[in-house]
């Protein structure tokens, strides 16, 4: 149980286009995920707190008409990065919280923006 | 002061040591605890939670000291296939913000 998957799993594109990552709890439903980004050999950093129903609580420094997050129902959150630049190119990871808050994550999307 | 602090390391054990590591937390109101590993270029995977009497599974033990504020990860009987990154998160009580630690990688050799 617990499965978190994650789409797609790598893109790459052109500089100012629109990147939209989906972000699906397979096994149960989630009312809160949270989206990170990873620099390599750096540490997950959250970017925003994704809550069905309602608008994400975006961390400080993240630009929420950047990374456009949409949590329509229990099971799906999507992250859209607009107009993307090279430096948005990361790993971003989305997790869905369990029952005990405890972390399931998808597999991540690797973005490279040319 | 960081909120969640771990040793970078590496730690570079043999195959069959012990190892140990700890993670100290700064706010006495954090409520959950876990360790996860994460692998070169994946997701994190959660290894365990950590509760307040200690638990163990197969070769892992975790521990949570409240009175010092940090929390252990034992591994016993070290496999090569432990190499990885190990962090820990702590979640502050009334609170569901994980907060991360910056993972102490671990590599095991022959």
């Known amino acids: 149980g617990a499965v978190v998957s994650q789409h797609p799993s790598r893109v790459i594109c052109k500089s100012g286009t629109s990147v939209k990552i989906e972000c699906r709890s397979l096994?149960?439903?989630?009312?809160?995920m949270f989206w990170y980004r990873q620099f390599p050999k750096q540490s997950l950093m959250l970017m925003a707190t994704?809550?069905?129903?309602?608008?994400?609580?975006?961390e400080q420094g993240v630009e929420k008409d950047k990374f456009l997050i949409n949590h329509a129902s229990l099971t799906l959150s999507t992250l859209t990065v607009t107009s993307a630049h090279p430096e948005d190119s990361s790993f971003y990871i989305c997790?869905?919280?369990?029952?005990?808050?405890?972390?399931?994550f998808g597999p991540g999307t690797r973005l490279t923006v040319l | 002061r960081k909120e969640v602090e771990q040793d970078p390391g590496p730690f570079n054990v043999p195959e069959g040591a012990t190892v140990a590591f700890n993670c100290t937390y700064s706010?006495?109101?954090?409520?959950?605890f876990f360790w996860y590993r994460q692998d070169c270029r994946k997701e994190p995977k959660l290894l365990m939670s950590?509760?307040?009497s200690g638990n163990e599974d197969g070769r892992f033990t975790a521990q949570l000291n409240r009175a010092s504020q940090y929390i252990s990860l034992l591994i016993r009987d070290s496999k090569l296939s432990d190499s990885a990154t190990y962090l820990c998160?702590?979640?502050?009580?009334?609170?569901?913000?994980?907060?991360f630690g910056r993972g102490t990688s671990l590599i095991v050799h022959p």
């Open positions: 096994d149960f439903q989630a009312t809160t």
């Open positions: 706010n006495s109101a954090s409520q959950s």
């Open positions: 997790s869905a919280e369990g029952s005990y808050n405890e972390q399931f």
């Open positions: 950590v509760y307040s």
């Open positions: 998160v702590v979640i502050l009580g009334g609170s569901y913000i994980p907060t």
């Open positions: 994704s809550n069905e129903g309602s608008k994400a609580t975006y």
